[in-house]
T-cell receptor, first 111, second 112 residues
């Protein structure tokens, strides 16, 4: 079954607004990763947060992790049209040999 | 210098044909993967190789056969293509799971 589930499935905002996406997972993790996929392209690694971290920042990205709730959130501040993409969370499978991806959140930022 | 390159980018073929997709990485990573992304953007792991050794072989029809001639290459051969094989296939590589993946740009396979 799916390890990560993103919420919402789709999000539409205006440029300059903040975008928040959530991810829930089922089993214990060592880390959780977020990826971006632009239309027609491969996924790009954005940020990784370890299980002993609660919050991490990278530029306009802020990721939080709550291991007690088995959930993570990705916040993109001051969104730009170029942030339009699908965003996926990923965690390791039980054997630790591959990443399992959620279904993704499709973000549309209009100018 | 593309880090993970896949060829071809687009592949349109008839049912019953056999086709191959090639993947090469120049990052020196030990592990390579094949994922299938369906029309709803759901990504499913198919295979994983670590230094030419098969690590993961998910529930994938026998018509799919990966081949890794060396740790920089992981090819995917598909026999007797079916309509349901239409999807985007992604190759990825990593040095360690905790460092994340580098993905190729994908191969869009359309079976008609």
């Amino acid at each position: 079954s799916q390890q990560g589930e993103e919420d919402p499935q789709a999000l539409s905002i205006q440029e300059g607004e903040n975008a928040t996406m959530n991810c829930s997972y089922k089993t214990s993790i060592n880390n959780l990763q977020w990826y971006r996929q632009n239309s027609g392209r491969g996924l790009v690694h954005l940020i990784l947060i370890r299980s002993n971290e609660r919050e991490k920042h990278s530029g306009r990205l802020r990721v939080t992790l709550d291991t007690s709730k088995k959930s993570s959130s990705l916040l993109i501040t001051a969104s730009r049209a170029a942030d339009t993409a699908s965003y996926f969370c990923a965690t390791g499978n039980q054997a630790g040999t591959a990443l399992i991806f959620g279904k993704g959140t499709t973000l549309s930022v209009s100018s | 210098d593309t880090a993970v390159s896949q060829t071809p980018k687009y592949l349109v073929t008839q049912m019953g044909n056999d086709k191959s997709i090639k993947c090469e990485q120049n990052l020196g990573h030990d592990t390579m993967y094949w994922y299938k992304q369906d029309s709803k953007k759901f990504l499913k792991i198919m295979f994983s190789y670590n230094n030419k050794e098969l690590i993961i072989n998910e529930t994938v029809p026998n018509r799919f056969s990966p081949k890794s001639p060396d740790k920089a290459h992981l090819n995917l051969h598909i026999n007797s293509l079916e309509l349901g094989d239409s999807a985007v296939y992604f190759c990825a590589s990593s040095q360690a799971l905790a460092r994340g993946y580098t993905f190729g740009s994908g191969t869009r396979l359309t079976v008609v």
